[in-house]
């Protein structure tokens, strides 16, 4: 019981201590002015597509920065996030108050991830190891500060895993009984799953890893449901995810589903040449006319036929095929060691100086040198968190091998994201929302061989 209580505490002083830090650095951070607006990349284009999502306009402007809700390219939520906000703040108290809420969110990311790998393995030590890696990683503490989609995204991924495992994995092979039936458990993970969904599209074929890890639990024979609970998974996931489909095809006669932009990503993901929109759209359109839609006044937002994306594909893939699987390769590797969010510390890259200093004699002045960057002591712990953690976390993953049955559905979702991303395009943004599975790993592995080596002494 006094452990309960001091890992309580400890917690506690976790969670509100990632709290502040997640604040101050938010709150500290400029909004957006009439200048940045048009400028504002990301931010800018969420902002302004909100507002005009709950604008009742079909087109508009913003500050010179047009939006077209017909042609939305993107899963909704995250836009919706930003108009609804709109509704009742102005621009700048709406990203202020976006941040607070990202922040909340990211927090309860730590919670939930704390939660998750106690349900693993039954020990509050790798619990409390894990809150302190998530609530105190440089990089989470800066995303809730960014207008974009991956603080919400991990949230609803967490939440998703923490429902299941809880609710459905270990009250089957635990034996243990909840309030919640197994069928809202599942009701409400493809609740989470399908919101994650339509917040990045990259998850949306996710759910068949969850319905096959359904079936492994089934052979177990401890529950007589387990294809019913598929079915629900399934059946509910696909009616919240279908609701984006509705919509576009009842008030804009347009089909997608999540996104139109799987085959812009499996293009980029094969052009070597690729890189804004309108470079893309030069690439894309050269030597071939195509008609503008008559509904688009000034551009139509870089979307253009399949085919044309097939065509380009089928060209690339088929002059160099080998050339093709070694470019992903590459670049999805680079994708995976690279740390997102480092750049916001400074300018200069840690990578790129240790490279040049191993190309040239390493000295004490050099090293000074690459010590004295812009930013170096975060960009350094940034690096040290994002390796440490992919190492520790493939450890962790070993160590935790002959409990497959909880682990199956995040190694699965690792495995999903990283073979979707051979074939996608693959940029260290796209790939950090692994992050957090990395770090519960790595949290795991670093007690397990803490014990071994204490075993090992007291010998």
């Not at 452990?3 to 957006?32: E, K, M, N, S």
């Not at 800018?44 to 508009?60: A, D, T």
């Not at 102005?90 to 969110?105: D, Y």
Request: proline share 3%.
């Amino acid at each position: 019981m006094q452990a309960d209580t001091r890992h309580t505490r400890i917690l506690w002083i976790v969670l509100l201590t990632g709290l502040l830090l997640r604040l101050t650095f938010a709150l500290a951070q400029p909004t957006y002015s009439r200048f940045d607006l048009a400028r504002g990349g990301d931010t800018g284009w969420y902002l302004v597509n909100g507002y005009g999502f709950f604008s009742g306009e079909k087109h508009g402007w913003v500050e010179n920065m047009p939006f077209y809700i017909n042609r939305i390219p993107t899963p909704p939520l995250y836009i919706l996030f930003a108009g609804f906000v709109q509704q009742f703040f102005g621009r700048h108290e709406t990203i202020v108050v976006m941040r607070l809420l990202q922040c909340l969110a990211s927090i309860a990311t730590v919670y939930l991830a704390n939660r998750l790998s106690q349900l693993i393995t039954g020990d509050k030590r790798v619990a409390t190891t894990v809150a302190v890696l998530v609530a105190f990683h440089p990089v989470f503490v800066i995303e809730p500060a960014s207008i974009a989609t991956e603080t919400l995204y991990i949230f609803f991924l967490a939440l998703g895993f923490w429902l299941y495992t809880e609710y459905i994995v270990v009250a089957v092979l635990r034996q243990q009984q909840y309030k919640i039936s197994p069928k809202a458990a599942i009701l409400l993970t493809a609740a989470a799953f399908a919101l994650a969904s339509l917040t990045r599209a990259v998850a949306v074929l996710f759910p068949a890893v969850m319905v096959l890890h359904l079936l492994l639990l089934g052979r177990r024979r401890l529950v007589a449901v387990w294809r019913g609970l598929a079915l629900v998974l399934i059946v509910v996931y696909a009616v919240i995810v279908s609701t984006w489909t509705i919509y576009n095809f009842v008030v804009w006669d347009r089909l997608v589903i999540v996104s139109d932009q799987l085959l812009p990503a499996l293009w980029r993901g094969a052009e070597t040449q690729d890189g804004s929109p309108a470079q893309n759209d030069a690439l894309l359109l050269q030597g071939k006319e195509v008609a503008a839609d008559d509904g688009c006044e000034v551009d139509c937002k870089y979307q253009h036929p399949a085919e044309l994306y097939i065509e380009h594909i089928a060209a690339i893939v088929n002059a160099d095929i080998a050339g093709f699987f070694l470019r992903r390769l590459d670049e999805l590797s680079f994708s995976l060691i690279q740390p997102h969010g480092s750049a916001r510390f400074g300018q200069g890259s840690i990578r790129e100086a240790a490279s040049e200093l191993l190309r040239q004699n390493v000295s004490a002045e050099r090293l000074l040198a690459v010590a004295q960057m812009e930013g170096f002591a975060l960009k350094a712990a940034t690096w040290i968190f994002h390796i440490g953690a992919i190492i520790m976390g493939m450890i962790g993953m070993w160590l935790t091998r002959h409990q497959i049955y909880f682990t199956f559905p995040v190694i699965g979702f690792v495995a999903y994201t990283i073979v979707a991303h051979l074939f996608l395009l693959a940029l260290p943004r796209y790939l950090f929302p692994l992050e957090f599975i990395w770090l519960l790993f790595a949290g795991i592995s670093a007690i397990r061989l803490f014990d071994r080596w204490r075993r090992q002494v007291a010998v």
